[in-house]
């Protein structure tokens, strides 16, 4: 049955017109007038709906049944992601999607070869949260994962956060399998570097700030691999895979 995302208030018994782009993709999908979807609202649990009339630019259903089951991990975490080189952040968040992540903080870091301007950094953001709401409907989240705007390395540490925050780096001598391993699950905030990792300079920033310094094991991951992996690790520690 495909699932939608509909930021709509959504009830048993009514009836509503679907967004455009959901209506696009029933009609491009060939459903018909009679036929059932999954749709949810970013709200918690979804709805089975039956569409009562589909054409190319307008299509309604009635919302018939409401099922309450989640999928999301029992903590939360959080990919606080340096800005990596082309498209990798778009393969990045979808990944950080499926595996339940609850936020995603992009960061401008010294050795980020991507520099946004405020324009660019906008249009990325809209980018971004299509990826995340496609990610949601094909993975079977009914809740998305909240995207912060970009934010550079300082600005993002010296914030309040109650937050369990991890740098990964080689230079760590405790592994992050090691640690969650003795540690009970909780909510956590990964911070990944870009191609060439953090500088020193903010990684003993961090450091000072209270962050947790830990590594990924003996081997150098690439920026598209870390903060997936460390995600994995947690939630085979911790539960959620």
């Not at 699932?3 to 018909?32: K, M, W």
């Not at 010296?158 to 909780?186: F, G, K, N, V, Y």
């Not at 953090?198 to 310094?213: C, F, M, Q, R, T």
């Amino acid at each position: 049955m495909p699932r939608f995302y509909c930021p709509l208030p959504l009830s048993i018994g009514i009836t509503i017109d679907l967004p455009d782009e959901v209506a696009h993709h029933v009609f491009v999908l060939r459903q018909n007038a009679g036929d059932n979807i999954h749709i949810f609202n970013g709200e918690g649990g979804s709805y089975v709906a039956t569409l009562t009339q589909v054409a190319k630019k307008n299509v309604t259903a009635e919302v018939k049944v409401f099922l309450p089951e989640e999928c999301e991990l029992p903590y939360s975490l959080n990919l606080v992601q340096a800005l990596p080189e082309a498209s990798k952040m778009d393969w990045i968040i979808e990944k950080a999607m499926e595996l339940g992540v609850s936020a995603i903080q992009p960061l401008a870091a010294q050795r980020c070869v991507v520099k946004l301007s405020a324009e660019r950094a906008e249009k990325k953001q809209a980018h971004w949260q299509g990826i995340i709401v496609a990610a949601a409907e094909q993975c079977g989240r009914n809740r998305l994962a909240h995207l912060a705007p970009l934010m550079n390395f300082n600005q993002w540490l010296s914030q309040q956060d109650m937050h369990q925050r991890i740098l990964l780096t080689p230079r760590a001598e405790q592994s992050l399998a090691d640690w969650s391993r003795h540690h009970p699950a909780q909510a956590v905030s990964l911070m990944v570097g870009p191609e060439g990792g953090y500088s020193d300079e903010e990684e003993n920033l961090a450091i000072k700030h209270g962050v947790l310094a830990l590594s990924m094991g003996p081997r150098i991951l690439r920026t598209e691999t870390a903060g997936l992996a460390a995600i994995a690790i947690l939630n085979a520690a911790w539960g959620g895979m």
